[in-house]
């Protein structure tokens, strides 16, 4: 197999960028885990769910591999550098046919994922090396892997749903954390982080996985509910300016749990459904006195142990699962 590459020398080491259908680099990749007895290899065991997500993806109609895969090859593989329409440094990879003869140093489970995609097959972008002995190759792998900083959850979350990858009640749920963060009327505005670095007291990715049981089937407002957002916006600023709390991931935690639940359901008990501020403060005012104490706030067992505590005192609605409910 020839394919068309580029030399590159980078502090005296040559590299070569080429491309190649997935089909193709499958059959010449040779598949190696790092164990107690496998000291020479260098990549962690392959994770059937992640290759199986990769699949998934794949199967989209406007999938894209952007990155490179990194290989390895062995001294079977060769560089003959061509004159090529005046590009400089051009040339041709000579690889064997269906044998194994490269190891991958980043990128096995984007390549190892087309074979469970079912016929997916297209050129990804990939850099060679020639023949790195193992103290070389070792050491692009870890700098690889110990430089590269995953993009925050909250980031990739926020694009998908701009560009309209979010769906159901992931959808929704964004919708609603993301106007809670716009709305100048709600304590959370511009408390909600989207990147990394930006300022805000709970993260968009936290707030959505908040929302989603309370809108998602079965939850208290599924039913019926066309604008959930100043209901949510209303009673985070009843919570608040009703028990002087300060604002952060773990109160909001606790606000977004079985307790605003409880209060839905009493309100519509007492037929306060417009859930309007003052309305929320009424369906609160039994608990009005509850002291959350904040030490108790800081730990999971804590919190736990003040909500089953708040739903005591506070009558109306079944008990649900607390766990699910908090970070």
């Not at 197999?1 to 960028?17: C, E, N, R």
């Not at 062995?74 to 064997?96: C, M, Q, R, W």
């Not at 968009?204 to 039913?223: A, K």
């Amino acid at each position: 197999m020839k394919l068309f590459a580029i030399s590159l020398k980078q502090k005296a080491i040559p590299l070569y960028l080429f491309a190649a259908r997935a089909s193709h680099l499958s059959k010449v990749v040779r598949l190696s885990h790092r164990s107690r007895d496998e000291r020479l290899a260098l990549q962690r065991t392959l994770d059937r769910k992640r290759l199986k997500e990769i699949a998934l993806y794949l199967r989209e109609p406007h999938s894209l591999i952007a990155n490179n895969i990194i290989l390895n090859f062995d001294e079977s593989v060769s560089f003959k550098a061509v004159k090529n329409h005046g590009i400089e440094n051009a040339g041709y990879l000579t690889i064997p046919d269906n044998t194994p003869c490269a190891t991958i140093l980043d990128g096995q489970h984007r390549l190892m994922g087309f074979q469970f995609s079912g016929k997916v097959d297209f050129e990804l972008s990939c850099i060679g090396f020639l023949n790195l002995d193992e103290n070389q190759a070792a050491d692009v792998f870890t700098v690889i892997n110990s430089t590269q900083k995953p993009l925050s959850k909250s980031l990739l979350l926020d694009i998908r749903h701009y560009i309209g990858k979010t769906e159901g009640e992931e959808k929704k749920a964004t919708d609603i954390a993301l106007h809670l963060n716009t709305d100048s009327h709600c304590l959370l505005h511009q408390q909600v982080r989207v990147a990394s670095g930006e300022k805000g007291i709970i993260s968009l990715d936290s707030l959505t996985r908040l929302i989603v049981p309370f809108i998602d089937l079965g939850g208290v407002l599924e039913r019926n509910m066309k604008k959930p957002e100043p209901i949510f916006a209303h009673f985070i600023n009843v919570f608040f300016k009703l028990y002087k709390l300060p604002i952060n991931t773990a109160t909001v935690s606790v606000a977004l749990s079985p307790v605003f639940e409880r209060v839905i359901r009493r309100g519509r008990s007492l037929e306060k459904e417009s859930f309007s501020e003052e309305e929320i403060a009424d369906i609160l005012s039994p608990v009005s006195d509850f002291r959350w104490d904040k030490t108790l706030l800081r730990n999971r067992e804590g919190r736990t142990r003040l909500i089953r505590e708040f739903l005591m005192r506070l009558p109306e609605g079944r008990n649900r699962e607390l766990q699910e409910w908090l970070l």
